[in-house]
């Protein structure tokens, strides 16, 4: 099967082949048990919403599914529904929790249904889903997200606001039994009164007042049962790297960081770590919107990269997160495909400059060079240092003038940023300044712009993020980076990582003479994009500077999986911001500004 060398594979087994070896995988039960629960709950909510839904022919099918409790308890079909459409997203994600409600529930609906309506075949149904879940409970076996109290607040506010909407529609759908004609304002008034359980400014003829109030008092009670059960249940924080896992880590870069350029962003606080058996190899990664995204190679002897490997995908198994990797080299790529039978696409390409083969000279560096001149002769000075031959001072004040900087007020980046600038472990960190000699009254005394740099390995250095003073010259940006490339040679530094240019091919393939329709589209579609994610202006800057291209991959599972990885993708970035308010949020440490790596968050002079 494979050999062990200190605990890691040496030789592994693909993924492919190990899952024929363990025999074929069980059926998916809570796919369907959730699919079930899905279409289960929307027709019981709309037997508790629509009078006419429980006398018509389907509701001779609503009658006999868990939770349809007849015409005269549409408060508990309505209730019971809800309930079921909380809980099919849980248990299609094969969650613990929400397998011991849907046991609980279940068996309920099948007593409810006896004592109603006795209905023999609505008992049965309910037992033979219960059966599944009971007969295939090893499947439901994932552990809790991680979660904080203040998603008792967003569920306060979207079941509060789903409850009012559905109270509107309950209020509004007996027209013929209403008493006079009440205004929205009174429907509105009435659905509030109701969620509180007290009776309202709309009257109703007959029993009908009595099925409308327990409606709204069943959906505001379900609400308020709901959030005080999400507000008093055991936070789970999302882990972070510890003191000994950041030790751990730059060990390993010490010896193996040189492999990728994305290495040092490891080290990012707000990430979790799973290391190989042997510790020779590690993968850091952070749980968005389910999602386990990990960022980069793994860290580590390639050797034992499966082993770390194994370890992500257990976890991910463990917890039901979908598994994903941003940005990881060709090798890396190649790797994690053998090991898991995951799929991999190109997302786009880094740029890279080898510092013995740059020059400002020739034509094709014409425009960088006139810009490098004027912006000198306009009284411009740049200093290149290393962070540990930085004074305190004015370290602090470079990291002040970073964050005031920042064109947006959400922290960005994730796979390719650190998160934070001058720490005292990070001393090897080469940080680029611009001044501008006669301004020391501003804000940042002279300071008009700043470039970090972080590690790669012993001889190169990856661009984290460039800021500048929005009121200085265009063309602070090329400034910095033509310093740094001509004094990297000083500082030992061999290579450097500019920025990550996503769907970079498909740009340059799309503008050259013969490009077919589709690829014209595509490339029309990027540049349309372009308008609010920086794609097309960080090719054109990145290809100022002539470097040579290196493909990075997304891998992922399926294709289905795409929007979702790509939304917590965004969400991890800071392009998305789902934040509660800050009173809600959970503790830990709080990253310093930053932004996607590299990525100017103020316009790219592109002249």
């Keep these: 099967m494979s050999v062990t060398v200190d605990g890691d594979k040496s030789v592994s087994v693909p993924h492919r082949v190990r899952r024929v070896l363990r025999g074929p995988r069980p059926e998916s039960v809570p796919a369907l048990v959730g699919t079930a629960c899905t279409v289960v709950g929307l027709i019981d909510v709309a037997a508790g919403v629509f009078p006419r839904f429980r006398h018509s022919r389907m509701h001779a099918l609503a009658e006999v599914l868990p939770g349809a409790l007849g015409p005269f308890a549409a408060a508990l079909s309505l209730s019971a529904g809800v309930l079921l459409l909380l809980l099919a ?10 397998w011991r409600a849907a046991v609980v ?11 109603y309506r006795h209905s023999v075949v609505g008992v049965l149904v309910s037992l033979t889903l219960c059966y599944l879940l009971v007969r295939h409970r090893d499947q439901f076996r994932a552990l809790p997200d991680p979660r904080s109290r203040w998603r008792a607040l967003a569920n306060f506010v979207l079941l509060g606001a789903s409850s009012l909407g559905l109270g509107l529609v309950i209020v509004s759908v007996h027209p013929g039994r209403v008493v006079g004609d009440p205004s ?5 008034q009435h659905v509030l009164y109701g969620l509180f359980g007290v009776e309202g400014p709309v009257d109703y003829a007959g029993r009908t007042s009595w099925t409308v109030a327990y409606s709204l008092g069943a959906l505001g009670l379900l609400t308020a049962v709901t959030t005080i059960y999400l507000a008093f249940r055991p936070e789970h924080p999302a882990a972070r790297l510890t ?27 707000d990430k979790a770590v799973v290391f190989s058996p042997s510790g020779k190899a590690a993968v850091c990664y952070r749980v968005v919107s389910g999602v386990m995204l990990a960022g980069g190679d793994p860290i580590g002897d390639v050797e034992a990269w499966p082993g770390a490997i194994e370890r992500f995908m257990d976890e991910a198994k463990a917890h039901s997160w979908t598994p994903a990797v941003m940005g990881c080299s060709e090798r890396g790529g190649q790797v994690w495909t053998r090991e898991t039978g995951l799929t991999a696409l190109e997302l786009g390409d880094e740029a890279v400059v080898d510092v013995a083969d740059f020059s400002l000279a020739g034509r094709a560096m014409r425009n960088v060079r006139q810009m490098v001149g004027r912006i000198e002769r306009n009284g411009y000075e740049t200093r290149v240092r290393r962070a540990r031959d930085i004074g305190a001072t004015e370290l602090e004040r470079i990291r002040r003038a970073a964050a005031d900087w920042r064109g947006t007020d959400t922290e960005r980046g994730f796979s390719m940023a650190l998160g934070r600038i001058g720490d005292p472990a990070d001393g090897e960190c080469v940080i680029a300044t611009a001044h501008l000699p006669g301004t020391e009254d501003g804000p940042h005394g002279d300071l008009k712009a700043v470039l970090h740099f972080v590690p790669w390995g012993r001889d190169g250095m990856s661009l984290e993020l460039m800021r500048r003073d929005r009121s200085a010259d265009p063309g602070m940006n090329e400034l910095l980076i033509v310093a740094s490339l001509q004094a990297a040679g000083k500082l030992g530094v061999a290579r450097v990582s500019l920025n990550f240019a996503m769907f970079r091919s498909a740009l340059a393939r799309g503008e050259r003479l013969g490009a077919g329709p589709v690829l014209r589209c595509w490339r029309g579609l990027l540049i349309f994009l372009s308008r609010w994610f920086q794609i097309e202006s960080l090719y054109k800057f990145n290809a100022k500077f002539k470097p040579r291209w290196e493909p990075r991959f997304v891998v992922f599972r399926t294709s289905r999986d ?36 590299g990525a100017p968050e103020h316009e790219v002079s592109t002249a």
């Design 89 to 98: 997203h849980g248990l299609k994600r094969h969650k613990r929790r929400a």
């Design 105 to 115: 529930l279940l068996p309920a609906g099948a007593v409810a249904q006896f004592a």
């Design 184 to 188: 929205i304002a009174d429907r509105l």
């Design 243 to 269: 003191e000994d896992d950041e030790s751990r880590l730059r060990a390993l870069l010490e010896r193996h960081g040189g492999r990728d350029s994305l290495g040092h962003f490891a080290l990012r606080r």
């Design 562 to 597: 795409l929007p979702r990885i790509g939304f917590a993708a965004m969400r991890a970035e800071g392009f998305v911001n789902l934040s509660a308010p800050r009173p809600f949020r959970s503790r830990g440490p709080r990253p310093c500004g930053h932004t996607l790596r």
